[in-house]
Structure formats: C-alpha cells, structure tokens
C-alpha cells in the first residue's frame, strides 16, 4: 500500500472514531425528550432547549439567534460542518459575500453552503420534528460519508421559521388526540379548527412574504440569511395526506431569469433523491404543480439570489396528526413523514457536497452576470421622486432585498425609456435627486424580477401570482431605461429643513400617501380635530388638492397639551411634509371655515372573528391596524354580534369570507338597520356575494350577454380531448394578473389616487356598476389586462366591471372592494383606498 493510500485509510478512520466519539456524547432528540420519534408532536420551548443542548456540546456546530415572532418566541439557525470550518466560519462568511460583491472566489477550496429551512408553514408540523432528526445525523453518524460531506459543506438548518403557527397547531392536536391515535381523517384530531396554524400571528402565510417582508419573521430572517447568500436551498413542506412526495426539478413555468445551472443542479439533487425513495420504496413525483415564478416564495426567492432554491413537500399537513388513513388504506404516520424529510435532507447535502466546485463556479458566474449586468437590456430603473414618502417605502423595500440605488446630482432631460404608468416607450426630463437603480449590481436577477412591467409566461398553469409589478404596486412615476445614466450618488440628499412658523393658525397636510393615513391616526388618536376639504383649494400660493389634511387651531381648544409640539412631531415621524397658514382665507376655492371643509368623525372600526372568514384576508386587515396605523380595532367573535348593534362602533370591515350568519333572517334586518342609522360596511371580495344576496343592496354579480339569437349554439356535451380540461378550465379564469381602472379621485374613496389605478386581481367574480351610488373604480374598457394571466374567455368579460365602488345606505354606507387592496402587505396603493375607506367615506 502505498504512502498516499495509507494516508487516505488513516484520515477516514480518523474521521470514523471522531464520528462515534460525538455519537457516544450526544443524546438524540428523542432520548432527550424520552419519548420515541414521531409519538409526539415536540413544543417550540423543547425545540429551542434541544438546539442549545447540542449547540452547546458540539464543537462542530454553531447556534445563532436572529429574530424574535410576533409572539415572543426565538428564531435561530444552527450551523454544522467540520470542526475546521466551524473554526473559519465568519472567513468562509465573508469569502462568500465578497463572491457576490465582485464576481470572484478568492478561495478555491471554498464550501458550499446549503441552507435548510424547515416549517414555515406552521401546521405542517413533520418539518421540525425532521430538522431534529437531521441535526443529531450530522452530529454523530458513523458513516464516513457523512464525515466528508462536512469537510467541504456547511449545513445551515433552521428548524422553524414559524414558531407561533406550529405551536398553535401542536397545542390543538395534544388538546384533542387520545392515549391512541385515530386514524380515520374524518375525527376531530384530523379536523383543525379556524385560523389553523399554518400561518404566524397575524395569518399571514410566511411563505409568500420573502420579497415583500411585511412581517417581523420574514424581516429577521432575510437579514440573516443576505449574510450568508447560500448556493442551495431548500424549503420543507407538507401537501395532502393522498399525495407522495415532491422533490425537485420543479414544474414549468420557471422563470427566465433561472440560470442553466440552477436548473440542472436540482435536476441532480432530484436524482439523488430518486435514488434514495426508490431504495426504501417510497412513493414521489417531480415537475408537476409547484413552479418556479412567482418570486417571494421560500424556493424562487433563494433562486433570484443565487441559490439553487427547492421545495420539498411531504403527504401530511395538519389533517395528518401522528397518524391517518390515507385513500390507499394505507396508515401514514408522523414517523414516515420524518423518515422522508430527513431522507431529502441528507440528500441533498450529499449531492451538494459532491458538486461543490461545479455549484460555486456556477455562484461566480452568477454574481458576475449580475455585476455586469447582464440580466436584461434594462440598463437603469428611474422613480421620480415627486411623492418623497411614498418613494421612501418604496427605497425601504429594495433597501430589505440588499437592492441598491442612488440619487441623480443633475437634471437630465429626453430620457428615452418604457414608462410603467403610461405602458408605452416615451421620453421623460429626470430632475436632481430622482432615485436611480442600476441593473450592474449584486441583486440584478431580483431587482429585474421586481420591476418587470410582464413577465415572460411560459405555462399559464401556475401555481400563484402571475404579476406583480413593483412600480404599479406602488403607484410610482418610473421608466426602465436602455442607455446609460450620468451623474448620481448612494448618498442620501438632505432634505432642507423648512422651519416652522410660531404657533400658525393652520397647519395642512396633502393627503397622497399610506404614511398620511398613519400620521391622520395618531392625530385622531390622540384627540386632535381634523377636517378636510371636498374641493381644490389654493392658499399662499399652494393648491391643495380634495381630501387635504386640515389641522385648525380654533378647532382644538380643548386640546391642552403642545398642540403644535406634537403636531410637528408626528409629522416628522411619520416623514410627512406640512404647509402652515395664518389666515383662513383662501385665494381660491372654500375658505376654511366652509361648509365644503368637513371635520373627520372618529372611526370607530370593528373586524368578525369568525371561521367564515378566510383568515389570510381577516389577518391582513389585523395587522394592517395593530401594526402599520396602530389605531384600535376592535375584534369581535360572531357570537358576540349582538352588542355591536348597540355599542358606539360605527364601521364594520368584512374581509373576504361568507358570514352567512348575516343572512340569518333576524340578524340580517338588525344589520341593515345598523347601517341605515350611520354605520359603514367596507365589504371585500366574496362578501359581496353576501350582500348582494340580501336584495336590498345595490351589488350585483356581471353575467354573460345573452348569445346572439342567430348564432348557432355550441353543443352541450364536451367536444375537446379530455386530456385538455385543465387548460380548459383556465381560459375563464384569472391568475392574480394587474388590471387597471379608471377611479373618480373627486369621491372620498378615490382621494390622493391617480386617476388609472393598477389593482391585483386574483378572482373571477365580477361585477357590474352599481345603480345607485357612487362607482369610484371601473376597470377600463379597452385594456383592462396589464400584466399576468388571464384566460382568453376572460379578458372580454373584464372591461367596465366594478372595482370599488360606494352606496348611501340611508344615513349610513357601503363600500364595495371587488379586490382586496391589503392582499399580502404588499400593494402599498391600495393602502390608499383602504385607509380613504376608513377615514374619508361617509365624513360629509
């Protein structure tokens, strides 16, 4: 044997006895709990306990905290490799940021990094309980194989990335299993209650919050994972307890911004996996259903950022328990779930591990694309920025995707580019301090995902949103541009610090932005008076338009604090500009003391809490108020209606639901009447259906024009292939494509919109104008469809349908929202109609 061979034999029976020496030290997750894997669903406490135990034992492993939920509960994500790297770990940290800052490894023998990200569905509880698993494998296997993976592999595992959900789902399931388990699926264990816990505290679904990193969760998590930027990710779930499971390579559509690479490593990974299911008989299924396009998914996300990115999905979910019966006759238990997921897992970081100098070369050229920027013939994003507040969200999001931008230091004039609110090619004069984006950075693949006005669809068969346009999202004046772009900075203008008058008799504010609807909160919140006008007005010089903030001293004497300390204040919070008068009188327009100038009576807003509610739509509207207005809300169980007939509450939100309990004959006449003496409904999406059902309003659902009289009626029976139903019955529908509408900004409920509104329509209910009101939004006639998909039988149906609209219901109202202008946090313009529902409708 020679010298080289005996080395080799000495260095994995080396690396053997180390492996069993840490398999000797640490105690399984199960021994640890002392109960078996899969007889119990493990608590988040336990979790944590279990993660700090071994983190606290295993030299080669390392236990970072990087966030807290909603409900107080830590987030961590637990590093294992070799003892080595584990010693190297923050210079293999910072090798792979500088890779994606300049396009270049400096170190060839480099690991890669693979990120596994378990449960952030809540209720698809399996997910934990296998990162456990997982980790105490890599830990203390024997296996020499396991030992060599480590050696040019981190594994970042993090067991949770829903806390709150998971344990709202395994305290309802200890609370209703037995001393045995029930298989039957049809049994209460089987049967979770309304929100379920698939979603965190507010029922938002985490898993479509990547990009848009609306809650604290997603926000912790991002930040910590732009410090690592993975090169494989995979994303655990659970799917039905009749399906098997899915791996990797992913169905079509795949977004053409995935590169040849990432496309063939998770075809490799996914013959791995094979592999691995076909030894152990298990059943599984590739490219089908779970695509890769919408891009704030736990697999695209990761994609757009350089990763390989994958999801996972296990038969199971929450109907699954610690056992079920599946339409096989085959019992699944919780201990099959786990064995599959943890087949994955090692898996992949086995295949990862072999292709390791491939998948970084692929990293490299990845970055270096983007740096060059090489990702679209977009050359330059430019925002105007006209509306400073609206534009700062706006930065503040790119700024959480680790997106940069600049400042223009000149104007620059005849700027050929596409503009996004006019959808055609034009010319635009940018000014000094207008925002610039260039497409040559780290996150060119995101940031073209992002801002692209139509994505690119290659199979209308997709599983989510097939649009989702930043600049419309936000109402934002921006143009991709082709040519270069001179003379801007990373710098940050200062504003000018425009002092305020001693004690003016005015102050107004231009009501155009979410960050008004916040600053007119805290005014009301606290008891200050506020009105608004109904008509354009112009003084000192300054037009204001309909729905301006009007803040008069002679309206506040009760008022016995400093008026004008907290008045500025909340401004300068909330980055809101004020304007401040002495006088009343006005050049133009009502004078402030006009009857065309209304004083805003205080909202107060009720939300149902009810299983009739879909419970992504009722926590939109929860977190919008408890955590972006932080103004009351007051939320009310379905069995306590009758006290809101009687209580001071004067507006009901119904969000997307049935609330059939409305309709009940006896309640049904109790909340018309509600209605009738002053309150106000804002009823979304399907609970239009509800109203329009009780007769007496005006809503009602579009139908089809009757067929022409001479035209030959289509047969009855199916005349296509029965292989096409599918496609068949997509063409009339809609897949959460942009349409755009017409809006009367003169009503309350258009204030501070422009007059075309771009909306995220994922339904295809439609309705017609009402009769009798007000129809503040009518999608366009010619061109309704912006961008996404919608069926060929659908489109024609779309024009001059409603899309918000309002009806005086005796002294009270009702406004209609055909889309849900809140729908995952994100449609920052929608916030706009929402907060104008609430605080403007039915104030004259």
Same mark, same amino acid.
């Given at each position: 044997?020679?010298?080289? &061979?005996?080395?080799?034999?000495?260095?994995?029976?080396?690396?053997?006895?180390?492996?069993?020496?840490?398999?000797?030290?640490?105690?399984?997750?199960?021994?640890?709990?002392?109960?078996?894997?899969?007889?119990?669903?493990?608590?988040?406490?336990?979790?944590?306990?279990?993660?700090?135990?071994?983190?606290?034992?295993?030299?080669?492993?390392?236990?970072?905290?990087?966030?807290?939920?909603?409900?107080?509960?830590?987030?961590?994500?637990?590093?294992?490799?070799?003892?080595?790297?584990?010693?190297?770990?923050?210079?293999?940290?910072? @090798?792979?940021?500088?890779?994606?800052?300049?396009?270049? @490894?400096?170190?060839?023998?480099?690991?890669?990094?693979?990120?596994?990200?378990?449960?952030?569905?809540?209720?698809?509880?399996?997910?934990?309980?296998?990162?456990?698993?997982?980790?105490?494998?890599?830990?203390? #296997?024997?296996?020499?194989?396991?030992?060599?993976?480590?050696?040019?592999?981190?594994? %970042?595992?993090?067991?949770?990335?829903?806390?709150?959900?998971?344990?709202?789902? /395994?305290?309802?399931?200890?609370?209703?299993?037995?001393?045995?388990?029930? !298989?039957?699926?049809?049994?209460?264990?089987?049967?979770?209650?309304?929100?379920?816990?698939?979603?965190?505290?507010?029922?938002?679904?985490?898993?479509?919050?990547?990009?848009?990193?609306?809650?604290?969760?997603?926000?912790?998590?991002?930040?910590?994972?732009?410090?690592?930027?993975?090169?494989?990710?995979?994303?655990?779930?659970?799917?039905?307890?009749? $399906?098997?499971?899915?791996?990797?390579?992913?169905?079509?559509?795949?977004?053409?911004?995935?590169?040849?690479?990432?496309?063939?490593?998770?075809?490799?990974?996914?013959?791995?996996?094979?592999?691995?299911?076909?030894?152990?008989?298990?059943?599984?299924?590739?490219?089908?259903?779970?695509?890769?396009?919408?891009?704030?998914?736990?697999?695209?996300?990761?994609?757009?950022?350089?990763?390989?990115?994958?999801?996972?999905?296990?038969?199971?979910?929450?109907?699954?328990?610690?056992?079920?019966?599946?339409?096989?006759?085959?019992?699944?238990?919780?201990?099959?779930?786990?064995?599959?997921?943890?087949?994955?897992? %090692?898996?992949?970081?086995?295949?990862?591990?072999?292709?390791?100098?491939?998948?970084?070369?692929?990293?490299?050229?990845?970055?270096? $694309?983007?740096?060059?920027?090489?990702?679209?013939?977009?050359?330059?994003?430019?925002? &105007?920025?006209?509306?400073?507040?609206?534009?700062?969200?706006?930065?503040?999001?790119?700024?959480?995707?680790?997106?940069?931008?600049?400042?223009?230091?000149?104007?620059? @004039?005849?700027?050929?580019?596409?503009?996004?609110?006019?959808?055609?090619?034009?010319?635009?004069?940018?000014?000094?301090?207008?925002? /610039?984006?260039?497409?040559?950075?780290?996150?060119?693949?995101?940031?073209?995902?992002?801002?692209?006005?139509?994505?690119?669809? +290659?199979?209308?068969?997709?599983?989510?949103?097939?649009?989702?346009?930043?600049?419309?999202?936000?109402?934002?004046?921006?143009?991709?541009?082709?040519?270069?772009?001179?003379?801007?900075?990373?710098?940050?203008?200062?504003?000018?610090?425009?002092?305020?008058?001693?004690?003016?008799?005015?102050?107004?504010?231009?009501?155009?932005?979410?960050?008004?609807?916040?600053?007119?909160?805290?005014?009301?919140?606290?008891?200050?008076?506020? #009105?608004?006008?109904?008509?354009?007005?112009?003084?000192?010089?300054?037009?204001?338009?309909?729905?301006?903030?009007?803040?008069?001293?002679?309206?506040?004497?009760?008022?016995?604090?400093?008026?004008? +300390?907290?008045?500025?204040?909340?401004?300068?919070?909330?980055?809101?500009?004020?304007?401040?008068?002495?006088?009343?009188?006005?050049?133009?327009?009502?004078?402030?003391?006009?009857?065309?100038?209304?004083?805003?009576?205080?909202?107060?807003?009720?939300?149902? #809490?009810?299983?009739?509610?879909?419970?992504?739509?009722?926590?939109?509207?929860?977190?919008?108020?408890?955590?972006?207005?932080?103004?009351?809300?007051?939320?009310?169980?379905?069995?306590?209606?009758?006290?809101?007939?009687?209580?001071?509450?004067?507006?009901?939100?119904?969000?997307?639901?049935?609330?059939?309990?409305?309709?009940?004959?006896?309640?049904?006449?109790?909340?018309?009447?509600?209605?009738? &003496?002053?309150?106000?409904? !804002?009823?979304?999406?399907?609970?239009?259906?509800?109203?329009?059902?009780?007769?007496?309003?005006?809503?009602?659902?579009?139908?089809?024009?009757?067929?022409?009289?001479?035209?030959?009626?289509?047969?009855?029976?199916?005349?296509?292939?029965?292989?096409?139903?599918?496609?068949?019955?997509?063409?009339?529908?809609?897949?959460?494509?942009?349409?755009?509408?017409?809006?009367?900004?003169?009503?309350?409920?258009?204030?501070?919109?422009?007059?075309?509104?771009?909306?995220? &329509?994922?339904? $295809?209910?439609?309705? +017609?104008?009402?009769?009798?009101?007000?129809?503040?939004?009518?999608?366009?006639?010619?061109?309704?469809?912006?961008?996404?998909?919608?069926?060929?039988?659908?489109?024609?149906?779309?024009?001059?349908?409603?899309?918000?609209?309002?009806?005086?219901?005796?002294?009270?109202?009702?406004?209609?929202?055909?889309?849900?202008?809140?729908?995952?946090?994100?449609?920052?313009?929608? +916030?706009?109609?929402?907060?104008?529902?609430?605080?403007?409708?039915?104030?004259?």
């Amino acid at each position: 044997m020679n010298i080289i &061979k005996r080395i080799q034999v000495l260095l994995v029976f080396n690396l053997a006895v180390f492996s069993l020496l840490h398999a000797q030290a640490l105690r399984s997750p199960w021994e640890y709990f002392d109960y078996a894997m899969g007889s119990k669903f493990t608590r988040h406490d336990k979790v944590e306990e279990y993660i700090k135990y071994v983190a606290g034992s295993q030299t080669n492993t390392k236990l970072t905290k990087y966030g807290m939920t909603y409900e107080g509960r830590p987030l961590y994500v637990l590093a294992i490799s070799s003892l080595p790297n584990i010693q190297n770990l923050e210079k293999h940290r910072k @090798n792979n940021l500088q890779i994606t800052r300049e396009g270049k @490894n400096q170190d060839e023998n480099a690991p890669v990094i693979v990120w596994l990200s378990y449960n952030v569905h809540g209720n698809e509880a399996v997910s934990t309980e296998a990162a456990l698993e997982t980790i105490y494998q890599l830990c203390t #296997s024997s296996d020499p194989k396991i030992a060599r993976w480590l050696e040019n592999t981190i594994v %970042m595992i993090d067991p949770c990335l829903n806390p709150d959900g998971r344990e709202r789902y /395994v305290q309802f399931y200890t609370q209703t299993v037995g001393n045995t388990p029930n !298989i039957e699926s049809f049994t209460r264990e089987h049967d979770e209650g309304w929100p379920s816990g698939r979603t965190n505290h507010y029922h938002f679904d985490l898993n479509r919050d990547w990009a848009w990193q609306t809650q604290i969760e997603s926000k912790a998590r991002i930040s910590e994972y732009k410090k690592w930027m993975p090169h494989v990710h995979v994303d655990f779930h659970e799917m039905g307890i009749n $399906s098997p499971y899915y791996f990797a390579p992913a169905a079509e559509p795949m977004h053409e911004q995935i590169t040849k690479f990432q496309r063939e490593l998770q075809t490799e990974i996914g013959r791995n996996n094979a592999d691995h299911f076909d030894k152990n008989g298990w059943l599984y299924f590739t490219k089908q259903i779970f695509d890769l396009f919408y891009p704030s998914y736990g697999d695209t996300y990761p994609t757009f950022n350089g990763s390989v990115g994958m999801t996972y999905e296990q038969g199971g979910s929450g109907r699954a328990g610690l056992s079920v019966l599946n339409n096989l006759k085959d019992t699944l238990t919780l201990r099959d779930r786990i064995e599959h997921h943890v087949s994955t897992s %090692m898996a992949t970081i086995e295949t990862s591990s072999l292709q390791r100098k491939k998948t970084i070369a692929a990293f490299v050229s990845y970055f270096k $694309s983007a740096l060059l920027g090489e990702t679209s013939p977009i050359k330059y994003y430019l925002v &105007k920025n006209t509306n400073k507040s609206k534009v700062s969200s706006f930065l503040d999001l790119l700024s959480s995707n680790g997106i940069q931008f600049g400042f223009l230091t000149q104007d620059l @004039n005849n700027l050929n580019g596409y503009g996004y609110l006019a959808q055609t090619n034009t010319t635009v004069d940018a000014k000094t301090h207008d925002i /610039v984006i260039p497409t040559g950075q780290t996150q060119s693949h995101l940031l073209t995902v992002l801002m692209e006005s139509n994505p690119y669809l +290659k199979d209308s068969l997709s599983y989510d949103l097939t649009a989702w346009c930043l600049p419309l999202a936000w109402g934002l004046d921006a143009y991709a541009l082709k040519g270069s772009v001179p003379g801007y900075t990373k710098e940050k203008p200062n504003d000018r610090l425009e002092l305020m008058p001693d004690r003016p008799l005015v102050y107004l504010c231009r009501w155009d932005c979410h960050q008004d609807i916040q600053f007119l909160a805290k005014l009301i919140e606290e008891g200050i008076h506020v #009105s608004f006008n109904d008509t354009p007005l112009t003084l000192d010089g300054q037009e204001f338009p309909t729905g301006t903030l009007i803040v008069h001293r002679g309206q506040n004497t009760q008022y016995k604090k400093d008026w004008d +300390k907290f008045i500025t204040k909340a401004a300068k919070d909330f980055g809101v500009k004020l304007f401040t008068a002495k006088s009343g009188l006005v050049e133009k327009g009502p004078d402030l003391g006009s009857e065309q100038i209304h004083l805003i009576k205080k909202p107060i807003v009720a939300l149902i #809490s009810s299983e009739e509610a879909d419970p992504n739509a009722f926590g939109e509207v929860w977190h919008y108020f408890d955590q972006q207005l932080g103004y009351p809300l007051h939320i009310i169980n379905k069995s306590a209606i009758e006290y809101l007939w009687t209580s001071d509450i004067n507006t009901l939100i119904l969000p997307d639901g049935q609330y059939g309990f409305l309709n009940e004959e006896k309640t049904k006449e109790k909340f018309k009447q509600w209605i009738r &003496k002053g309150g106000k409904v !804002i009823a979304m999406e399907s609970t239009l259906n509800l109203l329009e059902s009780m007769k007496d309003f005006a809503i009602k659902a579009a139908s089809s024009d009757d067929p022409d009289s001479s035209s030959v009626a289509e047969p009855s029976y199916h005349h296509e292939p029965y292989c096409t139903r599918i496609r068949t019955g997509i063409s009339n529908e809609i897949s959460g494509a942009i349409c755009q509408a017409s809006i009367d900004d003169s009503h309350p409920l258009g204030y501070g919109i422009s007059k075309t509104y771009f909306t995220l &329509k994922k339904s $295809s209910s439609l309705y +017609k104008p009402i009769g009798s009101g007000w129809n503040v939004g009518v999608l366009n006639k010619t061109k309704p469809l912006v961008s996404g998909f919608a069926g060929s039988k659908f489109i024609p149906k779309l024009g001059e349908t409603l899309l918000f609209g309002v009806e005086d219901f005796g002294q009270g109202h009702v406004v209609y929202m055909v889309d849900n202008p809140l729908f995952r946090g994100f449609w920052e313009n929608g +916030k706009m109609i929402f907060g104008n529902a609430i605080f403007m409708v039915g104030q004259d």
